[in-house]
């Protein structure tokens, strides 16, 4: 089993997170952000990645630290998870629609952090959850776990649709880019190494 679990604890967070890359969708997440609790659900559920996220963050500034030291644990799972990446598939593209909404994420377990987000929210906020704090939490996960990542929404108008499409296909996406394939012998660069 291919899984990591991960603390972090600063002045601002007090972050648990646990990954089992080749589960079966189980989840359970605490962050106290009831609308970042439910993408999160989705990302595993719909990626097949088991995840515990237990989080306690200072929300009574707001959402910032706390989404985003998230991404960074559950990047710094995925990294550990991944080992050394023997096998793997290391690319994938989802296009998954939600309802008005179709969104795009391409990514390539390349060991080379970057990320290009386009997307437009008409809404600041879908329930506790900033909507600035979409594209801040991908970026923590990218740069910690070592992907180059592109998430695009093609079209739609509802934030809270249009922010769950992309939490979906990135669990779809990582879970084809993570897969193990036979096939593959050893890294799949010419390099040697990701």
């Known amino acids: 089993m291919r899984e990591a679990s991960i603390s972090r604890k600063t002045n601002e967070t007090d972050i ?3 990954i ?10 605490d962050t106290g952000i009831g609308f970042f609790d439910h993408m999160l659900s989705l990302m595993s559920r719909h990626g097949l990645i088991n995840m515990k ?3 306690k963050g200072d929300l009574y500034v707001d959402s910032h630290h706390t989404i985003e030291d998230i991404g960074i644990v559950i990047g710094k799972c995925i990294h550990e998870a991944l080992g050394d990446k023997e096998k793997i ?9 939600m309802d008005e909404v179709l969104c795009m994420v391409s990514m390539d ?4 952090p970057y990320i290009v987000f386009d997307a437009k929210f008409d809404e600041e906020r879908v329930g506790e959850m900033d909507t600035g704090m979409v594209e801040e939490f991908f970026r923590a996960v990218a740069f910690n776990a070592g992907i180059t ?7 739609g108008k509802n934030s809270h649709h249009i922010i769950e499409a992309m939490f979906k296909a990135f669990g ?3 879970r084809e880019a993570a897969e193990l394939d036979e096939k593959i012998e050893g890294i799949m660069s010419t390099k040697g190494t990701l």
């Open 172 to 174: 779809k996406a990582l």
């Open 89 to 97: 598939r290391r690319y994938s593209t989802v296009f998954l629609p």
């Open 109 to 112: 377990i390349s060991g080379r």
């Open 16 to 18: 648990n997170v646990k």
């Open 20 to 29: 089992e890359l080749d589960g079966s969708g189980k989840y359970d997440i």
């Open 149 to 155: 990542l592109h998430v695009k929404e093609l079209y």
């Open 53 to 55: 996220v237990a989080a």
